[in-house]
């Protein structure tokens, strides 16, 4: 198996791992608010299919949404238009025509070629390539399986393909979070502690860098579980309100910590 067929392999098991969340959700279920702004868990699944049909090239329903608080770039309005579009249909409905696009959006991909791998497509960080678009779609799924798995108190998907490759994007954002935006000393040492993984950081030149082993005694340790790091690291949830629930521990400078956890989100 190749390595492209072997990321397909993870969106599929991402996009199954939705389908065998929301099967059986009750209507009130359905119409859940999460944290991402505006959006329930029906909202979530529809996002996915208006942005996997934009993918295949399906045209966007003939709707113009309301004008929403949640709305703040034309990207959201293009978003919105999917969404809001199915916001009155019952989920199963809804649920029913993610399998249906999730499905040809596999088939079609499984049948590609390298040279199909390496044709040019958008992707959210610019001009790219459908190989290097594959790895945003897998973890804007997650995020979003997240978000309905907090709103529904239905935790998990937290290893596995998928998973690993989205934390790995989380903690990959870690040294711009502490280097471009919170801008320690040099010499000043971070580290991430979650549910038994670490992740270390040096300041170097001005720069952050990856520092391993970690140090025993870093400038600052914060720690906290997965849910939290996602949440903080995708912009979910107040940082000021998750500090006062507790969820994170400092360990050494904690003014410092606190100013990480303040710029944690990443995302654009």
Do not use: Y
């Not at 238009?81 to 025509?97: H, I």
């Not at 990959?172 to 040099?186: I, M, N, R, S």
């Not at 971070?190 to 860098?209: E, L, P, S, Y």
């Amino acid at each position: 198996m190749s390595d492209d067929q072997k990321v397909v392999d993870a969106l599929d098991e991402e996009w199954q791992s939705i389908i065998d969340l929301c099967a059986g959700l009750t209507e009130a279920e359905w119409k859940t608010e999460t944290e991402c702004p505006g959006w329930s868990v029906q909202d979530n699944v529809a996002h996915l299919i208006g942005i996997e049909s934009v993918i295949m090239g399906r045209p966007p329903p003939d709707h113009t949404p309301p004008d929403l608080p949640h709305v703040k770039n034309d990207i959201g309005k293009s978003n919105e238009v999917w969404v809001d579009a199915r916001r009155a249909r019952p989920g199963p409905e809804v649920l029913d025509e993610f399998r249906e696009v999730a499905g040809e959006r596999i088939a079609t991909l499984r049948g590609m070629s390298d040279d199909d791998f390496s044709a040019e497509s958008w992707t959210p960080a610019g001009p790219g390539t459908v190989r290097d678009l594959l790895p945003f779609r897998i973890f804007d799924s997650w995020a979003h399986e997240q978000d309905m798995r907090r709103a529904l108190s239905k935790p998990g998907h937290l290893d596995g393909p998928a998973a690993e490759l989205s934390l790995g994007r989380l903690t990959g954002a870690l040294p711009f979070v502490v280097g471009k935006k919170v801008k320690p000393p040099d010499g000043a040492t971070v580290v991430f502690d979650w549910d038994g993984n670490t992740t270390a950081i040096t300041m170097d030149g001005g720069r952050a860098k990856p520092l391993d082993p970690a140090p025993t005694e870093p400038t600052v340790r914060l720690t906290m579980d997965t849910d939290t790091l996602v949440r903080l690291g995708m912009g979910r949830g107040d940082s000021a309100e998750i500090l006062g629930a507790g969820k994170v521990g400092f360990d050494g400078d904690e003014e410092l910590g606190r100013r990480i956890v303040g710029d944690m989100n990443f995302l654009f």
